[in-house]
């Protein structure tokens, strides 16, 4: 597919813009794609949204001044900077400002933590899988207890749950 803005080169970018409800779509080089990045700088950037989420007010003072203001050892910004550029300086910046970016997260994901995604018939067989490991653990307690006769009808369980898996 070419670039929907010079005809020239490959797309390699793929944009949906929606503007006042009207959705645009543009398949771009990398180079439009820059030019357009920014051109889009200029209208609203990751910084205005990143100020928004930050609540950095100027007259702040105590522990949350010196929060913002603390030098990554690695790089030496600040999460100010951060705050002001919207990218981190370096791996260091992750430790260093973890407690602000943790918030942050929270703010713009409702979590901190990554979970992945899953297609949704595959929870199903996470399920079984997730069922039939616990079962396992639980064959071996009952061995090291020597709880023969119930382990044997675990086993007989697991087997049956192993066939169903191997089929799906």
Avoid: W
């Amino acid at each position: 597919m070419k670039c929907d803005n010079c005809g020239k080169n490959e797309a390699t970018v793929h944009l949906t813009e929606v503007i006042n409800d009207n959705i645009t779509k543009l398949h771009l080089c990398e180079t439009c794609a820059r030019t357009k990045s920014e051109e889009m700088q200029s209208h609203f950037g990751l910084t205005d949204l990143l100020s928004g989420l930050m609540d950095f007010e100027p007259g702040m003072t105590g522990e949350a001044k010196h929060d913002l203001m603390t030098k990554c050892p690695g790089c030496g910004m600040t999460y100010f900077d951060f705050q002001h550029s919207g990218r981190l300086g370096c791996g260091a910046c992750y430790e260093v400002f973890s407690k602000n970016l943790n918030e942050l997260l929270r703010k713009i994901h409702g979590s901190d933590k990554h979970v992945g995604k899953m297609p949704f018939k595959g929870k199903d067989v996470l399920k079984k899988q997730e069922d039939l490991q616990r079962l396992k653990g639980e064959l071996r307690d009952l061995v090291r207890a020597e709880e023969f006769e119930k382990a044997s009808v675990l086993r007989d369980r697991i087997k049956d749950m192993e066939g169903k898996l191997g089929g799906a």
